[in-house]
């Protein structure tokens, strides 16, 4: 099977890999060359710059690199994908922050470069950011699996601990917790322990913009940080410690992915059913219908609209494949590729800039794999056979 890559939506820093940086508010194909023979394995954004992981463990990269967030050892903008060359070790799994990015290898070390102001990349106070990679000293065993947030990371490591690094939700949690100190995980530079967990099997990660959120072996989901938005379902404002989610919330299912957009979470059980919360302003969370009783779309809902409830998306029942940006989501389910949330660069991939309230069907594509950057998207497809290209033209 022959493959392309397609991205749309923001595109100020060539983050789309199509060698301009001209926002698309529909799929185009993008540059491949570096590519060459390569599989693609796993497609991750940032901020304004994008990650392609190949199945040997390769890493290509383009868009925004002013902090060096692209590994190549300057801090110029990639217009289209390149080789990350100064790799020496395979690649399992990549997670990007809004201009830093960590790797973690086969042998479960992390890599880190990119922005350093808050702390972000886990060694020390110094260097402010690198275009180099840098390994995170801090982790003194293998690491499972990373996590980056807007300023923040994590990592789950081989003895079931969760660490935590960078200052990205300090000032919240100062001005929730005062006049009360600020645990030591939300205030270091370096990998930190994070408590609450000692009795749990933590397995995955993930992160928004200030929040964490930790899946257990056992199926139940812990999340602490902000919860200004709902994001950790209802509660206090802050959460200085992993708190856990009550399962009856999802009917009392057990979680096998998670997912975190800045301020929203999503969640598939092991049933396969979708459940969204957290920030709803964009339509994010997938839960409006498309129309009301008129026929009528529906107005955006207030800034700061939000649901701190559970609520399952059933369109997306049995997805094998989600991915969040800050704002809007990408699902494969059934092989058809489904957007929704933001849209203001076009990133929801149905040509216009408006927001898309629930699932939508982004036609012409045959998904494998999709990835999202904060304002941008991706998506990894089969190439059509010729018999059905020539099908598609006698239905046009």
């Known amino acids: 099977m022959e493959f392309c890559l397609h991205a749309w939506g923001a595109n100020s820093y060539g983050q789309l890999g199509q060698g301009h940086v001209e926002d698309r508010a529909a799929p185009q194909s993008s540059d491949t060359a570096a590519?060459?023979?390569?599989?693609?394995?796993?497609?991750?954004?940032?901020?304004?710059?994008?990650?392609?992981?190949?199945?040997?463990?390769?890493?290509?990269?383009?868009?925004?690199?002013?902090?060096?967030?692209?590994?190549?050892?300057?801090?110029?903008?990639?217009?289209?994908?390149?080789?990350?060359?100064?790799?020496?070790?395979?690649?399992?799994?990549?997670?990007?922050?809004?201009?830093?990015?960590?790797?973690?290898?086969?042998?479960?070390?992390?890599?880190?470069?990119?922005?350093?102001?808050?702390?972000?990349?886990?060694?020390?106070?110094?260097?402010?950011?690198?275009?180099?990679?840098?390994?995170?000293?801090?982790?003194?065993?293998p690491v499972l699996s990373v996590a980056a947030g807007l300023r923040h990371s994590l990592a789950v490591t081989g003895s079931a601990r969760v660490y935590q690094w960078g200052t990205g939700l300090f000032r919240q949690a100062k001005r929730a917790l005062s006049p009360q100190s600020v645990p030591p995980h939300l205030n270091s530079k370096v990998p930190t322990q994070v408590p609450g967990l000692d009795h749990e099997t933590p397995h995955t990660v993930t992160a928004g913009s200030a929040h964490c959120v930790c899946l257990t072996v056992e199926g139940d989901l812990f999340a602490w940080g902000s919860n200004k938005f709902g994001q950790l379902t209802p509660g206090e404002p802050f959460q200085c410690c992993p708190t856990r989610l009550d399962r009856s919330l999802l009917d009392g299912d057990k979680v096998m992915l998670v997912w975190s957009g800045w301020t929203h979470v999503v969640a598939q059980t092991e049933g396969g059913r979708v459940f969204t919360w957290g920030r709803d302003d964009y339509g994010q969370l997938g839960q409006t219908a498309a129309t009301d009783h008129t026929g009528q779309k529906p107005e955006r809902r207030s800034a700061g609209a939000s649901v701190s409830r559970p609520a399952e998306v059933k369109l997306l029942c049995g997805a094998t494949q989600i991915a969040c940006g800050s704002e809007h989501n990408l699902a494969i389910v059934g092989g058809r590729l489904l957007s929704w949330g933001w849209n203001e660069h076009g990133m929801c991939g149905d040509g216009t800039e408006v927001d898309v309230p629930q699932p939508r069907l982004v036609p012409s594509l045959r998904p494998l794999l999709v990835g999202c950057g904060a304002g941008h998207s991706v998506a990894v497809c089969a190439t059509k056979t010729k018999e059905e290209e020539e099908e598609s033209d006698l239905r046009l």
């Open 35 to 141: 590519l060459h023979s390569r599989t693609a394995r796993a497609v991750i954004g940032g901020g304004g710059h994008t990650v392609l992981l190949t199945e040997n463990g390769e890493v290509l990269v383009c868009g925004n690199n002013h902090r060096g967030q692209l590994g190549l050892g300057h801090t110029a903008n990639v217009l289209t994908f390149h080789l990350c060359s100064s790799l020496s070790q395979r690649v399992k799994s990549v997670a990007c922050g809004w201009d830093f990015t960590l790797l973690l290898s086969v042998c479960g070390e992390v890599l880190a470069c990119g922005s350093n102001s808050f702390g972000q990349l886990g060694v020390g106070e110094t260097p402010s950011h690198s275009a180099n990679l840098l390994r995170v000293k801090g982790l003194k065993e």
